[in-house]
């Protein structure tokens, strides 16, 4: 039985979106064949080896004494260990325990952006899921468009703001293009610190919001139409589940989107699986959406995200290397809708690190 460390939690603003993921991978995880070896990391960065009941992950009392121990991933490309801290007042002990892959089950900065990728590949433990480079990649927006525009797939215009100085940029940008335009972190995901600005006052303060999440602030055109996914699977051969399609029930009001509360609500929302389009149309998305996860050298799973215009035109958004991963979440439920149950999309992705 193979040993999988999975890693959860994350000194991240998406922290608690990692719990849940985590939870439901631990819990689909074919025990017949694969160990979990559970690991947290606090949102102060803290990092332990959990060996309690994973419903405390759910609600967020993993971190504990009684259930957590501190613990390292060892580098030495040698080891191939979870390296853990034991101390009982009386006497310290050092136990390792041997990783076969390493499962990343994390969203946003300090986890999906490459660093805890960087760990494993350094250490020389197969990862399950998009590696370092993918990861960093993905994870910048501007850079990510860049490299997507240059696949001849089209890209929102935009513009970067390196510091909350560059109003007079952001201003031009903003008449250049009209309204409403979205103003995002650089790196961040689940929407965090992502505005949909829709008057000329408005643009200011949405521009320092997402300062508070990176030190880099995109300015994009906002694309009409809706939100469409792609859920991709592999390495040299790919399966796509497929795919979807965002419904926003509130589209009167100017300033709506799909933010952090619709992800996790569908309050005023609705997800349609399979897409409410036509089986070309779908057909040629799955395409693109395969062009732009090897474009950007991803591996394992990933989820591609894109906007189908009016005109039947595909624009890319953003590739998520680790999506939400409930079963209730949209990566599951459009390998799902493809054929795939939970537990089976689980076993693949786990299964590929070993091939």
Known sequence: MKNIAVIFGGASSEYTVSLQS??????????????????????????????????KIQNDTWCNQTDCVSAILSPDRTCHRLIVFWDNNTQAKIQSIPIDAVFPVLHGRNGEDGTVQGIAELAGIPLIGCK??????????????????????????AIVLMDNTAINKACDFAKNIGFPIFVKPV??????????????????????????????VI?????????????????????????????L?????????FDYTEKYTLKTSAIHVPARISTEKAQEIKEIAKRIYCVLDCAGFARV??????????VF?????IPGFTEHSRYP???????YDFAETIDRIIGQAFE
């Open 317 to 321: 958004n953003e590739v998520n290397t």
């Open 249 to 257: 029930y509130n589209t009167k009001n100017k300033d709506t989107f």
């Open 187 to 216: 790196k961040a995901g689940s929407s965090f610190g992502i505005t949909k600005v829709i008057t000329m006052e408005q643009l200011a303060p949405a521009i320092a919001l997402a300062f508070k999440y990176d030190s880099r």
């Open 22 to 55: 985590a939870y439901s991978v631990i819990r689909s995880i074919n025990k017949k064949k694969y160990n979990p070896v559970t690991v947290g990391i606090t949102q102060e960065g803290k990092w332990f080896y959990f060996k309690g009941d994973i419903d």
């Open 305 to 314: 995200d894109l906007f189908l215009t009016p005109e039947g035109t595909i």
């Open 132 to 157: 370092t480079l993918s990861s960093a990649l993905c994870m910048d927006k501007d850079k990510a468009h860049k490299l997507v525009a240059l696949s001849g797939v089209r890209v929102p215009q």
């Open 333 to 339: 439920g459009m390998m799902r809708a493809a054929g």
């Open 219 to 247: 300015l994009e055109e906002a694309i009409d139409g809706f939100e469409v996914g792609c859920a991709v699977c592999g390495h040299n051969q790919l399966i796509v589940g497929e795919i979807d399609e965002i419904e």
